[in-house]
C-alpha cells in the first residue's frame, strides 16, 4: 500500500509537472515560460498523501524487520535443534543455510566492527537493527550457555570454510604439529588486541577489511582484499579451518567469552588415557582429558564419539565388566 501510494503521489507530481513543463513550452513560438504554480488544492492533496505515507512507513518497517527477525530465528533454532540432535548431516544442512542465507543473501555476520562499536558504545539503533541485535544476543547467549556454537554452524564464513572441509580430500590436508599449534591459537588474541588497540587510538573502523574476510559476501572487496583472500583460502585447502583456529578476532572474543561457558563437554574417566576424541577434533580443541573451551566450536564429533557405545573405550570397558561380572556369577 505504501508503495502504491507513493507511485501515485509521484505521478501526481509527474503529471502536475508533466502538464506544466508541456504548457510552459510554446514549440510554435520558441518562448519558455514557468510552469503555473500548484494551486492550494494540489499542494492540500500532496500534504494529505505524504502525511498517510508517514504514518504507515513504521508499520511497512516493522514488518519487513519481523520477516527479517523471523527468518533469522528459524535460522538460529534450526541450528540449535542440529546441535541438540548431534546429527552430522543436520549440521551440513545448517551450515549450507548459515552460508546462504546469513552469508550471500543477508551479509549478516558478527564482526571486529560489532567489538569496536561497543566499545564506543556506538551501536545501532534498536528500531534500525532488531535482526542484528537478535543475531548478537543469540551468540553472546549461546555462547554462555554452551560454548562457540556460532562458530561451529552460524558464522557464514565459518560455515563456508567447514564446507570447503567436506569436499576438499583429506590428502592435501596439513595437520601443524601439536606444539606449533598450541602457539598458533595465540595469535587471533593478538589480532583481536592490536585491532582495538589500533581502533581506541585512531577511531579508525576499516582496519577490519584487512583482518577479516566476512566482506567476501557483499562481493565487494579491493584488489589487495581479493589477493589476500584468495591466499587464505588456498593455505585453507592444506590446513584447515585455518582463519577460524589461528586468525580470526570475533573468534578469539568468543573464545575468551566461553571461558564462563556453563554446560559444557561431558568427559569420562577413560578420556585421562584415551586419545580417540583428541585425534577426531579438526579444531585442537582436545588436549589430552582437557577440552580447551576457547577452542571449541561445539561441531559435536567428539560427542558423537563418546556416544558411540562400538567405538568408545567408556562403553567398552563398561560392556567388558558386565560380561566378566554375568560369567563370574
Ligand atoms: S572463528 Fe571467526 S570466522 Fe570462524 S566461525 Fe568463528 S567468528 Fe566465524
Ligand atoms: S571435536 Fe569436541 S572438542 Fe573438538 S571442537 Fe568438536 S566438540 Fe569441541
Given at each position: 500500500?505504501?508503495?502504491?501510494?507513493?507511485?501515485?503521489?509521484?505521478?501526481?507530481?509527474?503529471?502536475?509537472?508533466?502538464?506544466?513543463?508541456?504548457?510552459?513550452?510554446?514549440?510554435?513560438?520558441?518562448?519558455?515560460?514557468?510552469?503555473?504554480?500548484?494551486?492550494?488544492?494540489?499542494?492540500?492533496?500532496?500534504?494529505?498523501?505524504?502525511?498517510?505515507?508517514?504514518?504507515?512507513?513504521?508499520?511497512?518497517?516493522?514488518?519487513?524487520?519481523?520477516?527479517?527477525?523471523?527468518?533469522?530465528?528459524?535460522?538460529?533454532?534450526?541450528?540449535?535443534?542440529?546441535?541438540?540432535?548431534?546429527?552430522?548431516?543436520?549440521?551440513?544442512?545448517?551450515?549450507?543455510?548459515?552460508v546462504a542465507y546469513l552469508g550471500f543473501y543477508k551479509a549478516?555476520?558478527?564482526?571486529?566492527?560489532?567489538?569496536?562499536?561497543?566499545?564506543?558504545?556506538?551501536?545501532?539503533?534498536?528500531?534500525?537493527?532488531?535482526?542484528?541485535?537478535?543475531?548478537?544476543?543469540?551468540?553472546?547467549?549461546?555462547?554462555?550457555?554452551?560454548?562457540?556454537?556460532?562458530?561451529?554452524?552460524?558464522?557464514a564464513?565459518?560455515?563456508l570454510?567447514?564446507?570447503?572441509?567436506?569436499?576438499?580430500?583429506?590428502?592435501?590436508?596439513?595437520?601443524?604439529?601439536?606444539?606449533?599449534?598450541?602457539?598458533?591459537?595465540?595469535?587471533?588474541?593478538?589480532?583481536?588486541?592490536?585491532?582495538?588497540?589500533?581502533?581506541?587510538?585512531?577511531?579508525?573502523?576499516?582496519?577490519?577489511?584487512?583482518?577479516?574476510?566476512?566482506?567476501i559476501f557483499t562481493l565487494?572487496?579491493?584488489?589487495?582484499?581479493?589477493?589476500?583472500?584468495?591466499?587464505?583460502?588456498?593455505?585453507?585447502?592444506?590446513?584447515?579451518?585455518?582463519?577460524?583456529?589461528?586468525?580470526?578476532?570475533?573468534?578469539?572474543?568468543?573464545?575468551?567469552?566461553?571461558?564462563?561457558?556453563?554446560?559444557?563437554?561431558?568427559?569420562?574417566?577413560?578420556?585421562?588415557?584415551?586419545?580417540?576424541?583428541?585425534?577426531?577434533?579438526?579444531?585442537?580443541?582436545?588436549?589430552?582429558?582437557?577440552?580447551?573451551?576457547?577452542?571449541?566450536?561445539?561441531?559435536?564429533?567428539?560427542?558423537?564419539?563418546?556416544?558411540?557405545?562400538?567405538?568408545?573405550?567408556?562403553?567398552?570397558?563398561?560392556?567388558?565388566?558386565?560380561?566378566?561380572?554375568?560369567?563370574?556369577?
Open positions: 500500500m505504501l508503495a502504491f501510494r507513493g507511485a501515485f503521489a509521484l505521478t501526481v507530481c509527474a503529471l502536475v509537472w508533466g502538464t506544466g513543463a508541456v504548457a510552459a513550452v510554446q514549440p510554435e513560438s520558441g518562448v519558455h515560460t514557468d510552469p503555473p504554480p500548484l494551486s492550494l488544492d494540489d499542494l492540500a492533496a500532496l500534504d494529505a498523501l505524504l502525511e498517510e505515507d508517514a504514518e504507515e512507513a513504521p508499520a511497512e518497517f516493522d514488518r519487513s524487520a519481523l520477516m527479517d527477525v523471523g527468518a533469522l530465528g528459524l535460522v538460529l533454532a534450526f541450528a540449535v535443534f542440529s546441535f541438540v540432535k548431534k546429527s552430522e548431516r543436520l549440521k551440513v544442512v545448517s551450515l549450507m543455510v548459515s549478516s555476520l558478527v564482526s571486529i566492527v560489532d567489538i569496536f562499536g561497543a566499545l564506543r558504545w556506538s551501536l545501532p539503533a534498536f528500531r534500525d537493527g532488531q535482526a542484528y541485535y537478535a543475531l548478537v544476543v543469540f551468540t553472546l547467549v549461546s555462547t554462555i550457555l554452551w560454548g562457540r556454537l556460532y562458530c561451529g554452524r552460524i558464522c564464513f565459518g560455515a570454510t567447514q564446507l570447503m572441509d567436506q569436499v576438499i580430500p583429506s590428502r592435501f590436508r596439513i595437520e601443524p604439529p601439536v606444539w606449533l599449534d598450541r602457539k598458533l591459537i595465540y595469535a587471533k588474541y593478538v589480532v583481536l588486541g592490536a585491532a582495538v588497540l589500533y581502533f581506541l587510538a585512531s577511531g579508525d573502523t576499516l582496519v577490519y577489511r584487512y583482518i577479516e574476510p566476512f566482506w565487494n572487496g579491493s584488489v589487495v582484499m581479493w589477493t589476500l583472500l584468495a591466499v587464505l583460502l588456498l593455505a585453507t585447502i592444506f590446513v584447515r579451518n585455518l582463519y577460524c583456529r589461528y586468525l580470526c578476532s570475533v573468534g578469539a572474543g568468543l573464545g575468551l567469552l566461553s571461558n564462563l561457558t556453563v554446560f559444557r563437554i561431558k568427559r569420562w574417566n577413560e578420556c585421562q588415557t584415551c586419545m580417540l576424541c583428541e585425534k577426531t577434533c579438526e579444531w585442537g580443541a582436545i588436549d589430552g582429558p582437557k577440552i580447551l573451551v576457547s577452542e571449541c566450536v561445539r561441531c559435536d564429533d567428539c560427542e558423537r564419539l563418546y556416544a558411540d557405545e562400538d567405538t568408545c573405550p567408556h562403553w567398552l570397558i563398561q560392556k567388558y565388566q558386565a560380561t566378566r561380572a554375568a560369567l563370574e556369577r
